[in-house]
């Protein structure tokens, strides 16, 4: 292979690793914007937007496709090693993640169906107060993991799997709170099993965006990060 053939292969494997890493951030931006619809088809208990969010959900599967194609085609045609095939690795897992985040987010526009299209009373304020204050959390730490996927930036890979432990505590008072309703008021059980999947989808995409932090590290120190403890992830990377 001459210079100039070699270098127009690796220009061109650039650019589709580029393709790659924008796409990722494409199906970054659509899973955020699921999720914020999502919450405010709760908040403005309109079943009608919940529709509309849960249609939408194709968009996010129709590039999961694409990214499935474009990871086969480059693999074939590049045969990549070492680094090159960790971020492809990488991207291939974020965007699985990325593309389950879709998902909880749908079961939190279809949770507005069940509580607002029915002739069941709502349930108050204080009872979906969890649910916002745990989307605001998971909505920050996705923001973060893809900040540091964009930046390949370890410190803030870092950031977000201290916000799980953080998370796991939220999630376990927000299921306190709710017993303690129910408790009070017998009848709010059947909006507390609604609450209760809405909170553990929140806590399921809060796990999602851990995974993507961890792919960072594994493409950045090519370790897998994955079942081990904060600590003993801080001592490789600090």
Do not use: C, W
Request: avoid cysteine; aromatic fraction near 4%.
């Amino acid at each position: 292979m001459n210079k100039i053939t070699e270098g127009h292969t690796v220009k061109r494997f650039d650019e589709e690793m580029l393709f790659l890493h924008r796409l990722v951030l494409q199906i970054g931006s659509l899973a955020q914007d699921q999720l914020r619809r999502a919450i405010q088809t709760l908040n403005d208990k309109d079943p009608t937007a919940a529709r509309g969010v849960i249609s939408r959900d194709q968009a996010l599967n129709d590039l999961d496709v694409q990214a499935d194609e474009a990871f086969i085609n480059l693999i074939i045609k590049r045969q990549p090693m070492a680094k090159d095939l960790r971020e492809i690795i990488t991207i291939s897992k974020a965007v699985s993640d990325l593309e389950r985040v879709g998902d909880e987010a749908r079961k939190i526009a279809q949770l507005t169906i069940q509580i607002y299209d029915t002739d069941n009373s709502p349930p108050n304020k204080q009872v979906l107060r969890d649910i916002n204050t745990m989307a605001a959390f998971v909505g920050d730490m996705l923001e973060i993991s893809l900040t540091a996927f964009d930046e390949l930036d370890a410190p803030k890979a870092l950031d977000v799997i201290r916000l799980d432990s953080e998370l796991e505590e939220e999630y376990r008072s927000a299921l306190r709170r709710l017993t303690t309703f129910v408790i009070e008021d017998a009848r709010t059980i059947g909006h507390m099993v609604d609450v209760v999947l809405g909170l553990r989808a929140l806590e399921r995409i809060g796990g999602h965006a851990k995974n993507i932090a961890g792919y960072v590290l594994f493409l950045i120190t090519g370790s897998d990060v994955r079942h081990k403890s904060l600590e003993r992830i801080e001592g490789q990377i600090i």
